[in-house]
């Protein structure tokens, strides 16, 4: 009998490992999690969604696209993050169309990816440092690169309203990682605006938008089309905040530019 019972021992704990090394998941995406240490957090566990191609092939590197989402989805449960952008990305024709890793880490409650309020009409100073939210999807996107089969050349930032600030300031702190920016409904400080011109950008706003104004869109894309940046920008007449809707539903419209992009062209 003993000899039984140590024969099926190995079996038992190869069992144990599968198990506890298996993916969590939320339908179609999976649930990551990062062990992150900075400010108030020491080695705080945050979790995020990744949403893979429905197909991988051996040796084939994908686009990654990071997404920021808006102040309704922060806290600290994957499921809030799902509305949006990532809801349409999982459906199985955007899937097809545009295969890569969808990457979404979570803001937690009563924090911002950014230091000033979205509902100023003015900007504020891009101060030394970001906000320790914005440096856990940092610190995401660093994760991603490094265990994702990633082409680094189609790396793609975008945003929608608290997180359209977001992207707009993370490209600025770091614009030698992405190929393009797609911020929408969002703002930046325009003082920096020239660290951008060199990432092809295209953003929009709705012009009844009284959650974010639009003139902070408006004074971004000036500033860096004055610093020699290029801009594609759309006012959507007579919408309100919601404007990520048109934004980024048209099948040929800011997804499938975001995919023509290469860091590569512009280097």
């Not at 000033?116 to 940092?138: G, H, I, N, R, V």
């Not at 690169?145 to 990633?150: A, H, K």
């Not at 309100?240 to 040929?252: A, C």
Request: hydrophobic letters at 35%; charged letters at 20%; aromatic letters at 10%.
């Amino acid at each position: 009998m003993r000899s039984v019972i140590l024969l099926l021992l190995p079996a038992v704990l190869n069992l144990t490992a599968q198990t506890s090394s298996a993916t969590e998941r939320l339908g179609e995406f999976e649930i990551r999690s990062l062990q992150f240490t900075a400010g108030e957090y020491n080695n705080e566990t945050f979790r995020y969604l990744v949403l893979p191609p429905s197909k991988t092939e051996a040796g084939k590197q994908y686009p990654l696209v990071l997404f920021l989402h808006g102040a309704g989805e922060r806290g600290n449960d994957p499921q809030k993050l799902l509305p949006h952008f990532p809801t349409q990305m999982a459906k199985p024709e955007w899937r097809d169309r545009f295969p890569c890793f969808l990457v979404v880490p979570q803001c937690r409650d009563g924090r911002m990816w950014m230091h000033a309020p979205w509902s100023d009409q003015e900007s504020s100073p891009l101060p030394a440092e970001p906000t320790e939210q914005l440096q856990m999807a940092k610190a995401v996107l660093d994760k991603s690169l490094e265990e994702l089969p990633i082409d680094c050349d189609r790396v793609y930032l975008t945003g929608l309203s608290m997180g359209g600030f977001g992207a707009w300031e993370l490209a600025m702190r770091y614009p030698e990682l992405f190929a393009a920016l797609a911020p929408v409904c969002g703002g930046g400080d325009e003082a920096q605006a020239a660290r951008l011109k060199n990432i092809p950008i295209r953003t929009g706003h709705g012009t009844a938008d009284t959650v974010v104004w639009p003139i902070r869109t408006q004074r971004m894309v000036d500033a860096v089309r004055k610093a020699g940046g290029s801009v594609q920008y759309t006012e959507y007449e007579g919408v309100g905040h919601n404007s990520w809707t048109p934004f980024y539903s048209e099948q040929d419209g800011v997804v499938a530019w975001m995919f023509q992009q290469k860091r590569s062209n512009r280097d």
